[in-house]
């Protein structure tokens, strides 16, 4: 089943479910930084898998696959301009240091964690063509 993300509500209902895993794609700010810097931030896991611990009505605790750390993602403030497409969340950045800032996170489940496609009910048809009732 494919993760379709319209808003912060479609993002909540996605992190509430088993197996639910956010990713970074992108992060701007810390592409402008010095190789190091990078090399440092992929040592911490940063660009690692990570998977809901725990929600609350503000904020999402992350595990950092691979990493004895959790990383916290709040949604209490500025979710406005928080850009939502097909499985990507894009996350401003309030740095004040340079152009403005944003992370991209893709959606995806765990594996094994996949929901199954939902089966629309086909409803019976007469032989006149016209919808039985069920």
């Known amino acids: 089943m494919a993760v379709v993300l319209r808003s912060l509500s479609d993002f909540k ?3 509430e479910m088993p197996g639910a895993t ?7 700010f810390m592409d402008r ?23 609350s ?3 999402a605790v992350f595990a950092v696959k691979g990493h004895p750390t959790t990383v916290w993602l709040y949604w209490d403030k500025g979710v406005r301009r928080w850009r939502f497409s097909g499985d990507t969340v894009t996350v401003p950045l309030e740095t004040a240091m340079g152009p403005p800032d ?3 996170y893709r959606c995806s489940f765990a594996p094994g964690f996949e929901p199954t496609e939902r089966r629309s009910r086909v409803r019976p048809t007469r032989e006149d063509g016209a919808q039985a009732h069920p």
């Open 33 to 55: 930084q010095p190789e190091s810097a990078r090399e440092a931030y992929r040592a911490k896991g940063m660009f690692e898998p990570r998977t809901v611990q725990a929600l």
């Open 13 to 15: 209902r996605f992190l």
């Open 57 to 59: 009505r503000k904020a």
């Open 22 to 28: 956010i990713q970074i794609v992108q992060n701007t």
């Open 102 to 104: 944003a992370i991209v």
